[in-house]
C-alpha cells in the first residue's frame, strides 16, 4: 500500500497526492477566497434587503454569490452567524480619525454611521437581528462579538485623541473609563439608530452638531477643551 521507492521509511514529510502542492495551504482545507467572501456577504445583504430575515434562505445567498452551498457552509454554518457578519462587514469601514477635535471626530464617525443605516440592506439585517436576538441568546453574544465590542474601539480612539490632544484629562479608573465608554457607544449609536429606524427622521448636519454639543457637554473632563471663536 505505502510507497517505498520514492520515500525512504523514516521519511517524515509523505507527499500528499490527494491536494495540490500550495505554499498558500495551511492547516485543513484549501485557502479562503476574499472575493468569495465578499460575493456572499453582499449577496446577503441584498437578500436581506429583498427578502427579509423569513425569506432569507442560504441556498438563494449561495446562487446569488455564484458559490456551491457547501463553500457557503463551510465558512458560516448558519443564517444568523452569516448575517451578523454581513452586517459586521459594513461597520468594519467605519474608523475615527484625528480631525482636530473631540467633536469633530464624533461628528465624522455619525455622519458615516448615519449613511451605512440609510441603505435599505443595514435596515432590513440590523431590525433582523434585533427581533431574533431578542429570544436568541447565543445571537445576541455573537453580535456583541462582532459589531458592538469592535464600534467600542472608535469611542476608545476618540477618547485616546482627545487625551493626547488635551482636551481630556487622563484616565485614572480604568473600570469607570470603560463604563463611560460604554455609555457613550450605547447614546451614540442608540440614539442614531432611533432616529432613523424608529423614528424615520433624518440625521442632517444640523442634527448631528446639535447632537454632539449635547453629548459631550456633561462630561466633566471635556470642559478643558479650547473655547470656540463662536
Known sequence: MAPTTRQPAEHQDPPAADAPASPAARGKGRPRSAAADQAILDATREALAELGWGGLTMGDVA??????????YRRWPSKSELVVDAIASLFDQLECADRGSLQADIEAVVARFA????????QAALLALFAEGSRDPQLRRRIRERIVQP????VELGRANAQARGEMDPDRDPAAADEE?????????????HRL????EPVTPEWIRRFTTLL???????????AAGA
Open 63 to 72: 446562487q446569488r454569490a455564484g458559490v456551491a452551498k457547501t463553500t457557503l
Open 181 to 193: 465608554i460604554g455609555i457613550i457607544f450605547d447614546t451614540i449609536a442608540g440614539t442614531v439608530e
Open 197 to 200: 429606524l424608529v423614528s424615520g
Open 115 to 122: 449613511e451605512l443605516l440609510t441603505l435599505p440592506e443595514t
Open 216 to 226: 459631550l457637554g456633561p462630561f466633566p473632563g471635556l470642559l478643558h477643551r479650547p
Open 151 to 154: 464600534q467600542k474601539v472608535l
